[in-house]
Nanobody
Framework: QVQLVESGGGLVQAGGSLRLSCAGS????????MGWFRQAPGKEREFVAG???????????DYADSVKGRFTISRDNAKNTVYLQMNSLKPEDTARYYC?????????????????WGQGTQVTVSS
């Protein structure tokens, strides 16, 4: 059973930055697809960013259009950790952010394709 623990959320002013972290419990974490999702009050959970393993030490990243150019996903396999660097934050980025793992590597943006989830970390952006 993969366990994921997010951290790094908080309150920030618009235009500010935060870095979220997601620590995984498994060594095989490095070959899983990893995703960040978010859910704002009254809204469905949505894909934010994903990092896909393509073999060896190769990965590629993809992003929701709403965060392209502002958010960056990265991973440190030595630490079993995935990061989400969020810059130029906007009030509409306010949400609970979740880390998720897909051991089947479906390269998906759909939440139901991810088997393991963290508890989430709250990000609040004030205007």
């Amino acid at each position: 059973q993969v366990q994921l623990v997010e951290s790094g959320g908080g309150l920030v002013q618009a235009g500010g930055s935060l870095r979220l972290s997601c620590a995984g419990s498994e060594r095989t974490f490095s070959i899983y697809d990893m995703g960040w999702f978010r859910q704002a009050p009254g809204k469905e959970r949505e894909f934010v960013a994903g990092m896909r393993w393509t073999g060896g030490s190769r990965y590629y990243a993809d992003y929701a259009d709403s965060v392209k150019g502002r958010f960056t996903i990265s991973r440190d396999n030595a630490k079993n950790t995935v990061y989400l660097q969020m810059n130029s934050l906007k009030p509409e980025d306010t949400a609970r952010y979740y880390c998720a793992a897909d051991p089947d590597r479906l390269h998906s943006t759909r939440e139901y394709d991810y088997d393991y989830w963290g508890q989430g970390t709250q990000v609040t952006v004030s205007s």
